[in-house]
C-alpha cells in the first residue's frame, strides 16, 4: 500500500505540473484582459503540435522544438490579443465568443495541415528512476516537474521583481488608475497574452511525448483550467497553482482508488461547493494578479 | 512538415475538415471509372461516418479503403445489376461522431446524392439516423451490433460482430497459455466500452481467469493515464485487458504499462498503428500483445476460406497510397461491407435497399470477410442482422501483427451465451434495456 500510495503520489505531481502551468496562463490572460481565454486549450494543442513538426518531422533537438513551441504559441497568442481582443476590449463577452471562433479555427487549420489522426511522437528518454520495483519515475516525467517549477518561479520573479510584472500586477487590479500612471494598457495586454500563451504551448510542448496529440486535445485541458481558476478564484495566480496542486492530487488519488469518471465527479462537486461557500474562489480577491 | 502539410492539404483536406460536398466531390472524382459505363449507370453509396474528430481513426481509414476498393471494381467492369454494368461512386458525409451531423446527413445523402445505401460507424450516431432509416425504408449498415433492435429492420452488421468478437482472443489465451490465472480490465465509459467490458467479463468468466478487481472506468476525455495504470497493475495481474479502447488511449496506456514495469500479458481489441506502440516501449515489451484486427499482408488471408478479394494486394495498395502505419482497424471492413452489399445487389438484380437486404438474408447464411457465417443476434440484438462467423486471433511477432488463428464466435456462443448475455444485462447492454 505504501508504494501505490507513493507510486501515485508521483503521478498526482506530474499532473499537477502541465495543469498548473495552463491555469496560470489563463489566469494571467484573464487577471490583466478580463477575457476568458476559451481557445487556451487550443494553444496547449499548438504547442504540442510545435514538436510533432520539429522534434518528430525534422528532427530537431527536443529542447529546441520545445523553445520554438514556446515562442511560437506566444506569438500566436500576441496575434489574438491584436486581432481579437484589443478590438473588443470593451466587450467582455465579444472577446470570449472570438475566443470560441478561433479555436475552432485552429482546430481546423492543424487538421488540414496535419490530418485528424493521433501524431506519433518519439520518445525523447525511456530512462526510468526505479526507486523500488513498484514505484517509477520516468526521467522525462521528471523533467516535465522540474520545468514546470522553474517556470512557474520565473513567472513569479517577473510578475514581483520587474517593471513590467508590476505594470501587470497594477493593469490587473484597476487599468484605469495603472493607466494614469501611464502604464501602457495595449503593452501589458501584449505581455500578459504572450506569456499566458506561452505557458499553454510550453505545456502542451512538454507533455506531446507523453499524451496523444490530435486537433482536439485541448478539449480537456480547458475544462481542467476552468475548474482550477474557478475554485483557486478567478485571477488569482497563487490560487491557481494550489488548486492545481491540490486538483491534480485529488483526481489523481480517486482515480487510482476508485475510478476515473468519480475522480470527475468529485472535481466537479468541489467546484460547485467552492461556488456555493466561497463564490469568489479560495483565493478569489479584487487584487486579481 | 511542410512538405506533409503540403501532402495533407493536396490529398487529405477535401476529406478532412471542408464539408460533406467538398469530400463526395473529392471521393468521386477519385474513383472516376476507367471502364466507360454509361451516365447513368452509376450507382452511389453514402459513407455517413466520422472522418474528423477524436472517433475519425474508425471512419476515415474505411473510406480510404473504400476508395481503392471502387477502383479495383470499376476497373473490373463495375457491378452487374439486372445485366448491366454500373460503376460505384462512394459519396461521403463526415458526421464527426454528432448524432445531429448523422441525421442530417443521411437525409442529404438520400434526398440529394440518390445513394443505395449507407454505411456508418454506428454507436452514439446511429439513432440520429434511424428515423432517417425508418421513414424511407434505406438499407444501413453499422460496424457496432450493439445498435441492432427489433426495431432496426434496415440496420445490418455485416462485418464487425463487435464486441463479441473478443471472446475468441481470451479464449486462445486460455488455451494456448493456461498459467495466466487472473486479470484487470480498464474501458471508457462509453457506448463501445461498456458492450467490451462485459463481453470480456462474459470471456474470462468462461475461461476460468479471475478478475482482480471490477473493470476501472475513466472519462473519455482522460489524457494521462499513469494513475490508471497504476491502480491497474496494483495487484500484479498475470493479464491486462485494454477492452475497446480507442488508439488514442491503447498507445499512452501501453506507454505506462511499460514505464511502469509491467511485465504481464497484453490484450485488446484493437492496437491501430501498433508500430507506433512498438516505437514508444520496445518489441520485447510488445511481444505476445494479443487483439483482433489483422494486417491485411498477412499469408492466413490468402486461404481460400477467406471472401476478401486479394487482401495481400488489397493492403499493398492501401499501404502504398496512405502508409503502412496509416493502417487501422476498419480500414478493410467497410470494404468488405461493400463486397457483401455487392453480391447481394448482383444477385437481387435490383440496387433497391429492400431488394438488396433479401437477396443478402436469403437462406439465414452470408459469406463474410474471414469465411462462411451466419445471420444471428436474436438473443443478444432481438433480430438476426448480424453476421457471425469466424473471426482471427492476432499476436504481435517480432514486431509485426500476425494471425495465430481463427476461430468461431458462434461456437463460442453456443456454449457460454448465457454468461454473455448475463453480463450484458448487469451493464445495461441488451437490446431491450438500451433507451
Known amino acids: 500500500m505504501v508504494e501505490l500510495l507513493a507510486q501515485t503520489g508521483l503521478n498526482a505531481l506530474y499532473a499537477a505540473s502541465y495543469t498548473a502551468l495552463v491555469a496560470v496562463g489563463l489566469v494571467l490572460i484573464f487577471g490583466v484582459m478580463g477575457v476568458i481565454n476559451f481557445a487556451h486549450g487550443e494553444l496547449f494543442m499548438l504547442g504540442a503540435y510545435a514538436i510533432v513538426a520539429v522534434y518528430a518531422d525534422w528532427n530537431l533537438p527536443y529542447l529546441v522544438a520545445v523553445a520554438v513551441g514556446m515562442a511560437f504559441v506566444g506569438t500566436v497568442g500576441l496575434g489574438m490579443e491584436r486581432a481579437f481582443f484589443r478590438p473588443l476590449r470593451d466587450n467582455p463577452l465579444g472577446g470570449l465568443v472570438a475566443s470560441i471562433g478561433f479555436l475552432m479555427i485552429l482546430q481546423a487549420l492543424v487538421s488540414m495541415g496535419f490530418g485528424v489522426r493521433m501524431e506519433h511522437v518519439p520518445p525523447v528518454t525511456q530512462e526510468v528512476i526505479v526507486i523500488t520495483e513498484r514505484v517509477r519515475l520516468p526521467v522525462f516525467r521528471l523533467a516535465v516537474i522540474l520545468a514546470a517549477v522553474v517556470l512557474l518561479a520565473g513567472l513569479w520573479a517577473f510578475l514581483k521583481k520587474t517593471r513590467f510584472g508590476w505594470a501587470l500586477r497594477a493593469s490587473a487590479q484597476d487599468p484605469e488608475a495603472a493607466a494614469l500612471q501611464g502604464i501602457s494598457i495595449n503593452q501589458t495586454a501584449r505581455i500578459a497574452m504572450f506569456i499566458g500563451a506561452a505557458l499553454a504551448g510550453v505545456a502542451g510542448a512538454l507533455t506531446a511525448p507523453l499524451i496523444s496529440v490530435n486537433p482536439h486535445m485541448g478539449h480537456s485541458v480547458i475544462v481542467t483550467a476552468f475548474i482550477v481558476i474557478i475554485v483557486g478564484g478567478i485571477g488569482s495566480l497563487e490560487g491557481a497553482v494550489i488548486v492545481a496542486v491540490a486538483y491534480a492530487f485529488v483526481h489523481t488519488f480517486v482515480t487510482t482508488f476508485f475510478d476515473g469518471v468519480i475522480a470527475d465527479i468529485v472535481g466537479l462537486l468541489l467546484l460547485l461547493i467552492v461556488l456555493i461557500v466561497k463564490p469568489t474562489g479560495l483565493f478569489g480577491s479584487t487584487d486579481r494578479a | ?435
Open chain 2, 1 to 435: 512538415m511542410v512538405a506533409k502539410m503540403f501532402k495533407n492539404v493536396l490529398t487529405r483536406r477535401s476529406l478532412l475538415g471542408s464539408g460533406a460536398a467538398v469530400a463526395g466531390s473529392a471521393a468521386a472524382a477519385a474513383i472516376l471509372p476507367r471502364k466507360a459505363f454509361a451516365q447513368d449507370k452509376v450507382v452511389k453509396i453514402g459513407f455517413l461516418a466520422p472522418l474528423t474528430g477524436p472517433v475519425a481513426a474508425w471512419g476515415k481509414p474505411g473510406l480510404d479503403g473504400c476508395l481503392i476498393w471502387g477502383e479495383w471494381i470499376n476497373a473490373a467492369g463495375g457491378i452487374n445489376i439486372g445485366g448491366e454494368a454500373h460503376a460505384v461512386e462512394f459519396v461521403a458525409y463526415d458526421n464527426e461522431y454528432d448524432p445531429a451531423k448523422a441525421r442530417t446527413g443521411a437525409t442529404k445523402l438520400i434526398r440529394e446524392d440518390g445513394v443505395k445505401f449507407i454505411m456508418m460507424l454506428g454507436g452514439d450516431t446511429w439513432p440520429g439516423a434511424q428515423p432517417v432509416a425508418d421513414r424511407t425504408g434505406m438499407l444501413f449498415s453499422t460496424l457496432l451490433p450493439s445498435d441492432l433492435s427489433p426495431d432496426t429492420t434496415t440496420l445490418i452488421a455485416p462485418c464487425e460482430v463487435h464486441p463479441i468478437y473478443n471472446v475468441t482472443g481470451v479464449e486462445w489465451l486460455a488455451d494456448n497459455m493456461p498459467e495466466l490465472k487472473t486479470a484487470v480490465m480498464c474501458a471508457q465509459d462509453d457506448a463501445l466500452g461498456l458492450p467490451s467490458v462485459a463481453t470480456y467479463l462474459a470471456a474470462f468468466e468462461a475461461a476460468g481467469i479471475e478478475m482482480q478487481d471490477d473493470p476501472l472506468l475513466f472519462d473519455p476525455a482522460t489524457t494521462d493515464f499513469a494513475p490508471v495504470v497504476t491502480r491497474l497493475i496494483s495487484g500484479n495481474p498475470d493479464i491486462v485487458c485494454l477492452d475497446t479502447c480507442y488508439a488514442d488511449y491503447v498507445h499512452p496506456i501501453c506507454e505506462q504499462l511499460f514505464q511502469q514495469g509491467y511485465g504481464g500479458q497484453v490484450i485488446s481489441c484493437t492496437a491501430d498503428f501498433y508500430q507506433q506502440i512498438v516505437a514508444k516501449t520496445s518489441e520485447e515489451f510488445m511481444e505476445g500483445f494479443v487483439f483482433q484486427f489483422p494486417d491485411f499482408d498477412d499469408p492466413a488471408l490468402n486461404d481460400e476460406s477467406i471472401n476478401f478479394q486479394m487482401p495481400n494486394e488489397f493492403y499493398a495498395a492501401y499501404a502504398s497510397r496512405y502508409g503502412a502505419d496509416q493502417w487501422g482497424a476498419v480500414s478493410w471492413e467497410y470494404a468488405s461491407i461493400m463486397d457483401l452489399w455487392k453480391a447481394g445487389a448482383e444477385k437481387a438484380g435490383s440496387a433497391e435497399p429492400d431488394a438488396v437486404l433479401a437477396a443478402m438474408k436469403e437462406g439465414g447464411t452470408g459469406l463474410h470477410a474471414f469465411g462462411e457465417a451466419d445471420w444471428w443476434g436474436k438473443d443478444l440484438f432481438g433480430i438476426d442482422n448480424a453476421l457471425v462467423g469466424n473471426w482471427p486471433i492476432v499476436v504481435i511477432e517480432g514486431g509485426k501483427a500476425t494471425i495465430k488463428e481463427f476461430r468461431s464466435i458462434p461456437e463460442w456462443y453456443a456454449k457460454h451465451g448465457e454468461l454473455l448475455k448475463k453480463h450484458m444485462s448487469a451493464y445495461g447492454q441488451m437490446w431491450d434495456q438500451r433507451t
